[in-house]
C-alpha cells in the first residue's frame, strides 16, 4: 500500500478511537461519511491489487480462494474482487486509478461488466481509451458512467459479435423454481435475456395498470395479480384480453434519429429506459412486435423531441393482411395467422408501415429473420422469396389465400342453384 494511502487508514482509526459519533454535528458526520468511502474505495483497491498479483503467479481460481480464505469475504464478492482486477490488466489507466482509491468500485465494476460482453478484438479496441475511462470514472456518478461505458462498449463491438451476444443471452436464460424451507413460499427466479426481460415487464406494466383501473389498489397483490394474469394469458400487452402472446409490450426505446433513417453505426444509442442496450436484431424485432415509444437525441445529448411511432400495422392493415394470408406468410408454413407476428420486410425507417412493406410470420419463422439472419423478400405480385445468409433459397411462394375448399365427398348444390366449379368454394 501506497504510504499515503496508510496514512488515510491510521487517521481513519485514530478518529474512531477519539470521537464519540454520537456528538458529532451535520457537517462532521458528512465529512466523516466522506472519508470512509474514500478509504474503502482505497482497500478495495488494495484487495484488487492482491487478486492481481495472485492470479498472475497461480491463476484466478486461487486467487479467488485468496479472498475467501478466512471465510469473511463471501465467494460473490471475491469473484467481483477478481473482475475488477481482470479489469486493472484490460484497462490498466483504470485499474491503477481503482489501486489508489482515486476511483469507486461500482465504477470499476461497469467496467468489468462492459469487458465481460466483448471479445478480443473489441476489448483491445476499448481498452485504448483506459484515459477517458479513468477521467470519465472520477467525475461522473456511478449510474451515468455506467451509461457512458456501455455507449463505448456498443462502439467497439461489431453487429456480428453484438447478435452472437444476444445468441448467448438467450439460451442462457432459465426457470428456477423451489420452496424456502423457512417461510414455505414457492420462489420461482426467471432468468431472460435484457430484451425479453424488457417486453415481459412493459406487459406487466400494462396488466398492472388495467387492474388499477378496475378499482385495485397499488400494492404487491396487485403486482402479483398482473403477473399472474400476463403468464396466465388473461391479460396482453395493451391491457385487454388475448393469448399469452397478443398484444404489444410497451417499451420506451431511446435511439438516435440516424440509426432510426440508417441503420447502426459506430455511434449508435439504443437502450431501454433502464439502459440495457438493445442490438441489431432485437432491434429489429422489436419493431415489428412492440409498441413503443422513439426519444430523439440531439448530439449534445439533449432531447430533440419525443413521439409515439406508429409503425405497428394498423386494425385495417391487419384485416387485410389476415384476408392474403390464413397461415404464415413464409410460403408452406401452416402456422395461423392469429399466431403471428407483423413483419417489416424492409427495415423500418419511420414511414414504411405500408401494406407493401409487411408480411405476417410466425415466432419461429420471424427469429429466423431477426435473430438467425435469414432473409424474406416480398415482391409486388406478392410473391415471397426466403434466403439463408449465404444467399441460398429456402422457399417461394404466393400468398396462401382463401381460396376454394375441395367439396367433401357426396355434398350436392343447393336446390335450383348451379353447381359451382371445382376451383371455387361452396
Not at 470499476?108 to 470519465?136: P, T
Not at 415487464?201 to 398482473?226: E, F
Not at 440531439?298 to 397461415?327: H, N, S
Request: aromatic residues 4%.
Amino acid at each position: 500500500m501506497a504510504v499515503a494511502g496508510a496514512s488515510m487508514v491510521r487517521a481513519l482509526a485514530d478518529e474512531f478511537a477519539s470521537c464519540e459519533l454520537e456528538c458529532l454535528g451535520v457537517g462532521e458526520r458528512r465529512a466523516l461519511v466522506g472519508r470512509i468511502r474514500r478509504t474503502q474505495s482505497l482497500l478495495a483497491g488494495v484487495l484488487s491489487t492482491l487478486a492481481r498479483l495472485d492470479a498472475a503467479d497461480v491463476g484466478p481460481a486461487p486467487a479467488v480462494d485468496l479472498l475467501i480464505a478466512d471465510g469473511s469475504v463471501p465467494g460473490a464478492q471475491a469473484r467481483r474482487e477478481q473482475r475488477r482486477a481482470d479489469v486493472a490488466e484490460v484497462v490498466p489507466e483504470v485499474g491503477q486509478a481503482h489501486e489508489a482509491g482515486l476511483i469507486p468500485p461500482a465504477h470499476v465494476d461497469a467496467v468489468a461488466s462492459a469487458l465481460g460482453r466483448l471479445d478480443d478484438e473489441a476489448s483491445a479496441e476499448f481498452a485504448q481509451h483506459g484515459a477517458w475511462l479513468r477521467d470519465k470514472a472520477k467525475d461522473l456518478p456511478a449510474e451515468t458512467f455506467r451509461r457512458r461505458v456501455n455507449d463505448l462498449a456498443r462502439s467497439c463491438e461489431s453487429a456480428t459479435s453484438a447478435a452472437e451476444r444476444e445468441s448467448r443471452q438467450v439460451e442462457a436464460s432459465r426457470v428456477d423454481a423451489w420452496i424456502d424451507d423457512v417461510t414455505g413460499m414457492g420462489i420461482t427466479r426467471l432468468t431472460l435475456d435484457p430484451v425479453r426481460h424488457a417486453e415481459l415487464h412493459g406487459r406487466i406494466d400494462a396488466a398492472k395498470a388495467s387492474l388499477v383501473a378496475d378499482g385495485a389498489k397499488r400494492c404487491a397483490a396487485t403486482d402479483v395479480a398482473a403477473f399472474l394474469a400476463v403468464m396466465g394469458g388473461a391479460v396482453d400487452g395493451s391491457g385487454a384480453g388475448g393469448g399469452p402472446g397478443s398484444g404489444a409490450p410497451r417499451i420506451s426505446v431511446h435511439v438516435d434519429l440516424e440509426t432510426v433513417r440508417s441503420g447502426f453505426h459506430p455511434g449508435t444509442l439504443c437502450e431501454t429506459d433502464d439502459g440495457v442496450a438493445i442490438g441489431p436484431a432485437a432491434f429489429g424485432r422489436l419493431t415489428c412486435e412492440a409498441e413503443w415509444w422513439v426519444v430523439v437525441m440531439g448530439p449534445d445529448g439533449v432531447v430533440d423531441r419525443a413521439a409515439k411511432v406508429e409503425r405497428l400495422a394498423t386494425a385495417r392493415q391487419r384485416r387485410a393482411l389476415a384476408a392474403m394470408y390464413p397461415t404464415c406468410g413464409h410460403p408452406g408454413c401452416d402456422a395461423s395467422f392469429s399466431r403471428c407476428e407483423i413483419h417489416h420486410v424492409e427495415p423500418w425507417n419511420g414511414s414504411n408501415t405500408t401494406i407493401d412493406n409487411l408480411l405476417p410470420l410466425c415466432v419461429r419463422h420471424h427469429h429466423a429473420e431477426h435473430d438467425s439472419g435469414w432473409r424474406h423478400e416480398l415482391r409486388p405480385d406478392r410473391t415471397v422469396v426466403a434466403w439463408r445468409t449465404d444467399g441460398s433459397e429456402v422457399a417461394r411462394g404466393g400468398p396462401p389465400g382463401r381460396g376454394a375448399r375441395p367439396r367433401p365427398s357426396g355434398t350436392r348444390a343447393a336446390s335450383g342453384s348451379p353447381a359451382p366449379p371445382d376451383d371455387q368454394p361452396p
